[in-house]
T-cell receptor
Framework: KAGVTQTPRYLIKTRGQQVTLSCSPI?????VSWYQQTPGQGLQFLFE???????NKGNFPGRFSGRQFSNSRSEMNVSTLELGDSALYLCASSLGGWSGRYEKLFFGSGTQLSVL | AQSVTQLDSQVPVFEEAPVELRCNYS??????LFWYVQYPNQGLQLLLKYLSGSTLVESINGFEAEFNKSQTSFHLRKPSVHISDTAEYFCAVSDQWGAAGNKLTFGGGTRVLVKP
């Protein structure tokens, strides 16, 4: 069974540009979550999508957005990039069920974004 | 709101020596507790979890963690480390109930460097 796949693995952008990252969850998983990992702020929750709907959201500015397609694949977009957006962006998937029940999260290897 | 504090950012340890990674959390609601491990250039892997029941939980590779509700702690221990345990370890919590979905709150991480 293939794991969570994130593309691309590395990205270099300049300030002011926008970027789109992609995440393909494990087959059968309907929930996709995104996390930002930086040396200064650590791991922070961005948002979660389930059945093409945003189910939960972290404390990030509106420049960070996401969406989920009918096949559960998800994309996140960052507009008007800033230097501080340089980070490893991790995607995680789970089966997706009723909130409040524990579900194991499976993480991808991440997309390393560098903003110059 | 929840917060997780990992008291040590780096822990150097000699091979075959014991190691303890400390984790304290703060939450106004009941939580699930997790330890994740991240090897270089990889995503996160679940090491072990506490959901309910016995406060001592174990992983298949010799790690164990104990949930202490009165001290709001979930420290991770291994009696004898191997070179392959060199990695970064993250403590995390999530709400047991409500609309939190798969939102994890992470600590800042502890880098374990095992020396021969």
């Amino acid at each position: 069974k293939a794991g969570v796949t994130q593309t691309p693995r590395y990205l270099i952008k300049t300030r002011g540009q926008q970027v789109t990252l992609s995440c393909s969850p494990i087959s059968g998983h309907r929930s996709v979550s995104w996390y930002q990992q930086t040396p200064g702020q650590g791991l922070q929750f961005l948002f979660e999508y389930f059945s093409e709907t945003q189910r939960n959201k972290g404390n990030f500015p509106g420049r960070f957005s996401g969406r989920q397609f009918s096949n559960s694949r998800s994309e996140m977009n960052v507009s008007t990039l800033e230097l501080g957006d340089s980070a490893l962006y991790l995607c995680a998937s789970s089966l997706g069920g009723w909130s409040g029940r524990y579900e194991k999260l499976f993480f991808g290897s991440g997309t390393q974004l560098s903003v110059l | 709101a929840q917060s997780v504090t990992q008291l040590d950012s780096q822990v150097p340890v000699f091979e075959e020596a014991p190691v303890e990674l400390r984790c304290n959390y703060s939450s106004s609601v009941s939580v699930y507790l997790f330890w994740y491990v991240q090897y270089p250039n990889q995503g996160l892997q679940l090491l072990l979890k506490y959901l309910s029941g016995s406060t001592l939980v174990e992983s298949i590779n010799g790690f164990e963690a104990e949930f202490n509700k009165s001290q709001t702690s979930f420290h991770l221990r291994k009696p004898s480390v191997h070179i392959s345990d060199t990695a970064e370890y993250f403590c995390a919590v999530s709400d047991q109930w409500g609309a939190a979905g798969n939102k994890l709150t992470f600590g800042g991480g502890t880098r374990v460097l095992v020396k021969p």
